[in-house]
């Protein structure tokens, strides 16, 4: 990754071109979370950050992120979660992106080519009816399966308020963990004090 300078305004890599910085908080806890809220809320792009709400039993919260650069604003957030594993003992880990479209965090995360689910996404949709639902923000939400190139994760993506949604889960057994009623709330309108920390997520410190 290059940073801008005296002859581009962009951030941009050698072998991509332009990119959206991406940017991950250390640590997490409340008044972190708010601080990333009000990053995110004041860019005015609307780009919301997706958190299940009310957590179901066991769950915590453990990362946020978000990409863009200070000039554009906001692109896309990502918030991660632990939880236990729907299928044996042991932790699974959730991650929930929301992005306009080319920005490629998502794709990053679930392990596909390119900045869109694209053509993994159209096979999706061609094949099957969709994989799992949450509620985001009120609206029934569908999500597809797509298939990771990464064995350890399983990947779902669908649309929400205008932008991608993507759901991305750790081991990939635990995408079983959508089958629940998971719904959706956007931090960026409400940012509950309820809500529960755990430690750091691994997948948003470069584990993915």
């Given at each position: 990754m290059r940073p801008p300078d005296l002859m581009r305004s962009d951030w941009r890599c050698d072998t991509c071109g332009p990119v959206e910085p991406l940017h991950v908080m250390e640590r997490i806890s409340h008044e972190i979370m708010m601080a990333a809220r009000d990053r995110v809320a004041a860019a005015g792009d609307g780009v919301p950050m997706w958190c299940p709400w009310p957590l179901l039993p066991g769950w915590t919260v453990t990362g946020v992120a978000w990409a863009g650069d200070e000039r554009a604003g906001a692109k896309a957030t990502a918030v991660a979660l632990s939880c236990p594993a729907p299928l044996g003992g042991g932790p699974a880990d959730l991650v929930f992106v929301a992005e306009a479209p080319g920005v490629g965090l998502g794709n990053r995360l679930a392990g596909l080519s390119g900045p869109d689910p694209g053509a993994p996404l159209c096979e999706a949709l061609r094949s099957t009816a969709a994989q799992a639902k949450v509620k985001a923000n009120g609206h029934p939400t569908p999500l597809w399966a797509v298939g990771s190139s990464l064995e350890d994760r399983s990947a779902y993506v669908g649309e929400a308020s205008g932008?991608?949604?993507?759901?991305?889960?750790?081991?990939?057994?635990?995408?079983?963990?959508?089958?629940?009623?998971?719904?959706?709330?956007?931090?960026?309108?409400?940012?509950?004090?309820?809500?529960?920390?755990?430690?750091?997520?691994?997948?948003?410190?470069?584990?993915?």
């Open positions: 932008l991608w949604l993507y759901a991305v889960a750790w081991p990939a057994s635990a995408g079983y963990l959508l089958a629940e009623q998971v719904v959706l709330q956007d931090l960026t309108d409400s940012l509950p004090t309820e809500l529960v920390y755990g430690a750091p997520s691994p997948y948003l410190h470069g584990k993915a």
